[in-house]
């Protein structure tokens, strides 16, 4: 099969096309690189710069290269940012998105693949999110991941397309240093440049009703987020039509303070971190029920927190030399 991997050159997308290619498929990316690294992609795949949100283009690339399915990451994915600029959200990752599947649909392909996120859910008090729990979205990006799992079920719904929406939990780690994420919007990489920086990595709020007091989170490992790809995608290739949404989690809690503990040790930092006040938005758990995916694919997570902070921190250093704490002594 040929898959279309739209934001293949970025964090995730980078991964999860070498976990196809290295898994056998044909894959081709296209990328606009306002956020992508192209040096991520092994050389098997073919690699198209532009928008996915470029019909005349899309309907080339799909033709040419016979696209039989298409794993759709290219998006806006700030909250801050997306509370500021709605109006960009909503065009990149609504309109482009409505664009999209015109063409796919078009082009007769039927599989489809949408990454979600753990934002559409917003804040719900709850002990394990299962994908039944409401869905109310706090921000215009959590919006508009809600609002794009709505258009691709309902346009897998009316055209026959198979497809899957994976809300991904807290992505982490990578499979090789030059595969690192490099934005610091993520806690991990935050508290790196904070440690790089020489200051206190920061903590927002402690009276939470946790066992330590700060919030928990659900990370997953970018290598698994990856696999997890892999084994959707062979799941609507012998399927014909249905929707899947799916969350990607360990359905395993780590409390902020815990994940700062594994990044002082691992970086070799010992300074403390400082509680500050809580931000807003922010809930006190958010841990995912993994039981869909494991009852639908039999699959779930392998690496651990540790490993995610391990391969995370060798990533950074490739690009942070000056990180290392031998380095600054
Ligand atoms: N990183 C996370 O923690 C996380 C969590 C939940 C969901 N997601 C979702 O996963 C997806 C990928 O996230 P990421 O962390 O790899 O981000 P990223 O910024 O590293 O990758 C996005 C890629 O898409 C490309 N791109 C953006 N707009 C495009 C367009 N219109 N046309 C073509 N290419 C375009 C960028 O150049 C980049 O290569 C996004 O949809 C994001 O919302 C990410």
Redesign the pocket.
Known sequence: MTWLI??????????VARAMVAAGERVVV????????VDRLPEAVTLVE?????RELLDRVLGEHAVSGVV??????QVGESVEKPLLYYR??IA?LTVLLEAVVAAGVRRFLF?????VYGVPDVDLIAEETPCLPINP?GET?LAGEWLVRATGRAHGISTACL??????GSAGPELA???V??IVPMVFDRLTRGEAPRIFGDDYPTPDGTCIRDYIH?ADLADAHLAVARKLGVREGGDLTLNVGRGEGVSVRKLIDVIREVSGHPVEPVVEPRRAGDAAKAVASDARMVRELGWTARRDVRSMVESAWEGWCLRHPEARADARK
């Open positions: 739209t934001g293949g050159a970025g964090y995730i997308g980078a991964h296209l990328d606009d690189r306002s956020s992508g690294i532009g928008s996915a949100g470029d759709h990451l290219a998006a806006k994915k990149e990752n482009g990454s979600s996120s753990a934002a990006y991941k809300r991904y939990f807290n992505v982490a994420d490099t934005g919007f993520n970018v």
